[in-house]
């Protein structure tokens, strides 16, 4: 059998295009297939869409507030297909960094088509058969869909981007990342929006005070949020049948707090989670497993669909890997782009690194923005039992004061010793400010350690810094804490 090549990457979203790129860097004869776009969901439908359109809608919402700050600013006048049309351009900007000249020049051969297996070392494309040593599989996933009577004519990610016409009232279906950030930046853009879960809180997999927390910034914002919420039904009416003003009604039947309700909107996104792409592979003739859960549970907990895999990204066929959201770990772009990075590292260079998952941190981009690593507090109870929880608010942070952005928190789990178990923040820039306890995570800094390093003021930063130094607010005499005060600028209050 002629091997044409020594590893063949199934799917050109963040994990193929990264496992192709390294694969051809490392001397391996690489081909990418893709069957639609390269760049995948992260670029088409995912994080560059959904963080374009949070943008308009944040500037939207600050030019809102514009009187607080002293600023007399006319009435905001939202043109939504012109918002429309620039996240469309920022998609089209960052489109060539994955262009199929791009690869090219980095020695990835790239074709489209639908590829299936037919062997461990064969697939078939457009016609062709062709072998290779190793495969890596990277397709990703698409929108879950609950088994709702009636339900139609609605909305996932891979659509929503492509609306012109703004919403009167969307109605979003599950209130997790992508349903929580699409319900504020449409509420921020003029939307009426209600939110749905069957989860008794919002963010579910989020610490509970930042959850509430963002619960309580939806509400100020007039968004109605919906938590424990049984979705019953949906009824569908086409209300025009003109093609460009057709609009679509929904009446959503649902059970909340022992009470039968109906809400109609104009819209209805669901984002209930993802499922992986694995139909039409034939994974069975190459000896790969899948592992799949039926029904609204396994829907609700998809980071435990996918392709089986082992520490290094093996699946049941020894030659053939996976990784990113088709393996159903995390399922974000930086988690793909890592998981695809240990297994190209074992398929090419067969060393046997082992994924490291002690610190995978993660950001939902609302405003503020919820971040998060490690053990949420519930979680650190039941492993750990003895732990100490440091949190401060933001609203006696400098740097929050003078920006006008004083709702937020940050959160420490730690154990006794001050080795940190996770970390939770509702804050302006807490995408940035999570690193600072991802690095202490993933490299066993304690908290004395974090508390006793120099961070800039004023900034959001400070604040992680702040939560660091409660650390010794427990153990403080009152000395210490004068110390931390005229050595740090720590700003607490002596311990009474
Ligand atoms: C609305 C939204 C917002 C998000 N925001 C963020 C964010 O801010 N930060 C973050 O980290 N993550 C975010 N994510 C998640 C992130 O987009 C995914 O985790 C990431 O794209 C996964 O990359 P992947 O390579 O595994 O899959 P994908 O990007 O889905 O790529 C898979 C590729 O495989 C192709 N393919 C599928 N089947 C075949 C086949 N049989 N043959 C050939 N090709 C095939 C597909 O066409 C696709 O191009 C978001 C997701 C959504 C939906």
Redesign the pocket.
């Given at each position: 059998m002629a091997v044409n090549y020594d590893l063949i990457v199934?799917?050109?979203?963040?994990?193929?295009?990264t496992a192709a790129v390294m694969s051809a860097s490392l001397g391996a004869r690489t081909l990418l297939?893709?069957?639609?776009?390269?760049?995948?969901?992260?670029?088409h439908?995912?994080?560059i869409?959904?963080?374009a359109l949070i943008r308009s809608a944040n500037v939207a919402a600050l030019a809102h507030r514009a009187s607080e700050f002293g600023l007399n600013v006319p009435a905001v006048d939202v043109d939504f297909p012109r918002v429309m049309e620039r996240v469309a351009g920022v998609i089209r900007a960052i489109e060539p960094h994955d262009s199929p000249e791009h690869l090219a020049s980095r020695g990835v051969e790239v074709r489209f088509?639908?590829?299936?297996f037919l062997s461990p070392r064969e697939i078939t494309l457009n016609g062709e058969t062709l072998h290779s040593r190793k495969f890596v599989i990277?397709?990703?996933?698409r929108?879950a869909v609950p088994p709702i009577e009636g339900l139609r004519g609605y909305l996932t990610?891979e659509n929503i981007f492509e609306l012109r016409k703004r919403p009167e009232h969307l109605i979003v279906l599950g209130a997790g990342?992508?349903g929580v950030?699409?319900a504020q930046a449409f509420r921020r853009l003029g939307s009426l929006v209600t939110l749905l879960d069957l989860a008794p809180r919002i963010l579910p997999r989020e610490d509970a005070d930042v959850s509430a927390l963002i619960t309580s910034v939806f509400k100020q914002e007039g968004i109605r949020v919906c938590a424990n919420a049984k979705v019953l039904r949906d009824t569908v009416r086409e209300s025009s049948s003109d093609e460009n003003d057709a609009m679509t009604e929904h009446m959503i039947d649902f059970e909340h707090g022992g009470r039968h309700e109906t809400i109609g909107g104009d819209a209805l996104l669901v984002?209930v989670g993802?499922r992986p792409?694995v139909a039409?592979?034939d994974l069975e003739k190459a000896g790969v497993a899948v592992h799949l859960e039926n029904g609204p549970q396994g829907i609700r907990q998809g980071i435990q669909q996918g392709i089986q895999i082992d520490a290094r990204c093996r699946t049941t066929a020894s030659n053939i890997y996976a990784?990113?959201?088709?393996a159903g770990r995390y399922?974000?772009?930086?988690?793909?782009e890592y998981e695809a990075k240990i297994a190209v590292t074992n398929a090419i260079l067969h060393v046997p690194l082992k994924l490291d998952y002690r610190a995978v941190p993660?950001?939902t981009?609302t405003e503020p923005e919820a971040a998060r690593v490690g053990l949420t507090e519930e979680e650190a109870r039941q492993k750990y039992g003895n732990i100490k929880v440091h949190r401060i608010t933001l609203d006696h942070e400098d740097r929050a004061l003078t920006d006008g952005e004083t709702q937020g928190l940050v959160k420490v789990i730690a154990t006794p010793k001050g080795k940190v178990l996770g970390a939770h923040i509702a804050s302006a820039r807490a995408g940035e400010m999570i690193l600072e306890y991802t690095l202490a995570m993933q490299h066993g800094l304690p908290l004395p350690k974090l508390s006793s390093t120099i961070h800039p003021y004023p900034t959001f930063a400070l604040a992680a810094r702040h939560a660091a130094d409660l650390y010794w607010r427990e153990k403080a005499s009152k000395t210490l804490v004068r110390w931390l005060q005229r050595i740090f600028g720590y700003s607490g209050a002596i311990p009474k």
């Open positions: 199934l799917g050109g979203g963040s994990a193929g295009l297939v893709e069957r639609h776009k390269l760049g995948g969901d992260c670029l439908t995912g994080c869409p959904s963080k088509g639908e590829a299936r990277a397709t990703g996933s929108p990610n990342p992508v950030e699409m984002a993802r792409n039409g592979l990784c990113g959201d088709v399922l974000f772009t930086h988690t793909a993660w950001v981009f």
